[in-house]
């Protein structure tokens, strides 16, 4: 037993040591090919599919010479050849209809096997760049579960000191593909990430103009945010990941960078603790919108047809979305059943649809078919039951309060209780019965004498009492107010309301009562309620004042100047300024009264003059397009405008309509994405009280990023 113990706390001893150690170039880097003697274990497994055994049989040995000649290189040449066919045997692998998964999986674990992920971590610390930048784009490629439990235990250090190289665009695209699989490792892994500068270096790369790094930056953040923990997730938070997903979410590079931008927002959204933080960002805004105007369909056949997506998620990644079903936040609700739309069109082609009912999802999504306000997540959740061959619920009125007895019946029949629909009739229970039903009054007067049966019945009560619209009775929005304390609070809502309490009362209330009157049986849900109820009356009380109006409205053409527009709103603010950007340009009628009184209450307008910005004005002499409004509205109000080019030919005077000729004679700023910092000080300047017309103002430029505009 003593031995046993000595045996215990040496090894304890290890793993506290290899922890530690993690960011030093560990010893078996310099030297690849530890492994070699592992190569008798690189035969096909007798479990496996017929297809996939063919496809081994075919792949393996070709693979083996592949390493040996890379392992037995003798100049930069061969080894670059050597490494580009085993790039290619896998990239072959992961494209394989169906079997793919399979296949590849067995191709990245003879690699690590056979010494490959050594030497390719020896090639990332050692050799030159051009042999670097190949070594990074395979490891990228084989980053299955065990492959990146190496790298975390002995080669997170070479990554995170390749990831301090942030301008060698060379490297930039292969580092934040392979940090975007490593910050799905664990929790650990991702502090290590975020304290060593893995997150920095990715938030760096947010402000690129590379739509490879964009969607390695977006995947890595949500990776992050779903994996890491809510700890993680408030590193992310101070260190601004959510100011800088709104130019990914803003993006014009791809769908997909924009996808996984709102899943990183929303799913940060999710942590109560840090639910405020993330939506002064603004970022969250974007959620619903974008996935409103997609169609998954399309989008799932979009991802077939790329290498990289053609497999689609494991169980294990999409069981990280269920809780995003089973949130109360519309937006987590609504990207989830999006993404597991697509996923159910790449799984019912691969025929493994039974996934979604092994993770949990199926009653999930009926929940949102049958409870959900908005009508984009539930026909998203539509979709999806219907491709995985699920029944798809009835959707339930919400207003249960007004039920009558025909409403009652229905909801029976489809929770699965038609035994005890006529004794309900009988007793013409509707809906506020239904809500204030006893357990007892269950058993005596209903019938329902088993108490599983009566369980499954208060599951499904409690279900609908917590997703119920009670407007018709709840003048002071308690069920609201209880939701924010914790959404499954607002089963309480009913119970409450009927013994007379509202917001304004509930602080009188004692525990007592709430447990006898109102039937609110757990003892924590009570001090919680009463807590906050006693909060909100000591909290100062905030009045409702007319806003001031922002620092800063951005006027921007959306086909070409959208990602500079959200830089720019992401630089000023960090540096304090409250931004307004138009994030959808929508039709004309009321929205269009509230974007030109945003004009009107900022202080200062910033013009995005992105390629052909102006060119749409120049055919306007009605003024309708919004440019031309926006422009014209900050002239006639005298705003300091501010604008800021980028690749942008200024036009013929003459070319332009009279109300908005004026603004040739506002200096403008050059944008230059190298400098963007100096440029952002240049913009500030220019925002902090020195009018752009004062072309002294230009003067002072020390990196000839700041040009006058004017034309007289």
């Known amino acids: 037993m003593l031995a046993l113990l000595l045996s215990l706390h040496t090894l304890g001893r290890s793993l506290a040591m290899a922890s530690a150690e993690r960011l030093a170039v560990p010893e078996c880097v310099s030297r690849a090919g530890d492994w070699a003697s592992a190569r008798e274990h690189g035969g096909v497994s007798p479990g496996v599919g017929t297809e996939v055994r063919e496809a081994l049989e075919r792949v393996l040995p070709v693979l083996r010479r592949a390493i ?71 490891l990228e490629q084989i980053l299955v579960a065990e492959n990146r439990d190496r790298i975390a235990r002995i080669g997170l250090g070479v990554i995170l000191n390749l990831a301090k190289k942030r301008d060698v665009p060379q490297l930039a695209q292969s580092i934040s593909g392979i940090l975007e699989h490593m910050f799905k490792h664990s929790e650990e892994t991702c502090f290590q990430l975020i304290s060593d500068g893995g997150l920095d270096a990715i938030l760096y790369w947010c402000r690129w103009t590379d739509p490879a790094v964009l969607r390695h930056c977006a995947m890595a953040l949500a990776n992050c945010a779903m994996y890491g923990g809510q700890a993680n997730q408030r590193l992310m938070i101070e260190k601004k990941a959510a100011e800088w997903l709104f130019p990914l979410a803003f993006s014009k590079d791809g769908e997909l960078i924009r996808l996984h931008a709102c899943l990183a927002i929303t799913v940060l959204a999710t942590n109560k603790e840090i639910e405020k933080e993330v939506e002064r960002s603004g970022t969250l805004a974007l959620v619903e919108p974008f996935i409103a105007s997609l169609d998954p369909e399309e989008f799932a056949r979009e991802m077939l047809g790329s290498s990289d997506n053609i497999q689609g998620r494991t169980a294990q990644d999409l069981q990280r979305l269920v809780p995003l079903l089973d949130s109360s936040r519309l937006e987590a609700q609504c990207i989830a059943a999006f993404y597991l739309c697509t996923e159910a069109a790449i799984k019912a082609r691969q025929k493994k649809t039974q996934i979604f009912s092994e993770i949990g999802a199926t009653q999930s999504l ?98 609908l009492k ?71 009356l000591h909290s100062p009380i905030t009045l409702q004042t007319t806003s001031n109006g922002t620092d800063v409205f951005i006027s921007y053409r959306r086909s070409t100047g959208s990602q500079l527009a959200s830089l720019l709103k992401v630089h000023l603010q960090l ?72 690749h942008f030919e200024w036009p013929d005077p003459e070319t332009l309509p009279k109300d908005m000729r004026a603004v040739l004679k506002f200096n403008g700023i050059m944008w230059s994405h190298e400098y963007q910092e100096a440029t952002i000080d240049k913009i500030i300047r220019f925002l902090q009280g020195r009018s752009s017309r004062d072309s002294s103002a230009g003067s002072e430029n020390g990196l000839d990023c700041l040009h006058s505009l004017g034309q007289s």
């Open 366 to 463: 009926k929940r949102i078919v049958c409870y959900s306000t908005s009508s984009t997540t539930s026909a998203l959740a539509k979709k999806v039951l219907r491709m995985i061959g699920e029944e798809v619920p009835r959707r339930i009125l919400p207003t249960v309060p007004n039920w009558k007895s025909c409403e009652v019946q229905t909801w029976l029949q489809q929770i699965g209780f038609n035994k005890y629909c006529q004794r309900f009739l009988d007793h013409q229970v509707d809906g506020d019965i239904l809500l204030r039903l006893t357990e007892q009054e269950l058993q005596k007067d209903l019938g329902m004498d088993s108490s599983i049966t009566r369980k499954r019945f208060f599951r499904e009560l409690t279900e």
């Open 575 to 646: 540096h304090g300024f409250s931004v307004f950007i138009d994030v959808e340009k929508l039709e004309a009628g009321k929205f269009e009264d509230k974007l030109i009184q945003s004009v009107l209450s900022a202080r200062n307008f910033v013009l995005v003059l992105s390629p052909n910005a102006l060119d749409k004005c120049m055919v306007d002499p009605e003024c309708k397009d919004w440019v031309h409004k926006e422009i014209v509205t900050a002239l006639n109000s005298g705003k300091n405008i501010v604008p800021v080019t980028d």
């Open 68 to 138: 040996a000649n890379a392992t037995q290189a003798t100049s930069p040449e061969g080894l670059r050849a050597a490494l580009s066919e085993v790039f290619r045997l896998v990239e072959e692998a992961w494209g394989m209809p169906a079997v793919g998964r399979d296949v590849a999986k067995v191709l990245c674990d003879v690699i690590r096997l056979e010494g490959g992920l050594d030497l390719l971590l020896n090639l990332l610390y050692t050799a030159e760049l051009e042999t670097k930048c190949q070594a990074g784009k395979l």
């Open 466 to 536: 917590t997703f119920a619209n009670y407007s018709t009775c709840d003048r002071s929005n308690l069920a609201d107010w209880l939701g924010g304390i914790d959404p499954k609070f607002r089963q309480y809502t009913y119970n409450l309301l009927t013994c007379g309490i509202d917001r304004n009362f509930l602080h009188r209330v004692t525990e007592q009562q709430l447990q006898e009157d109102c039937h609110i049986h757990t003892g924590f849900h009570r001090v919680r309620i009463l807590t906050a109820a006693r909060e909100t």
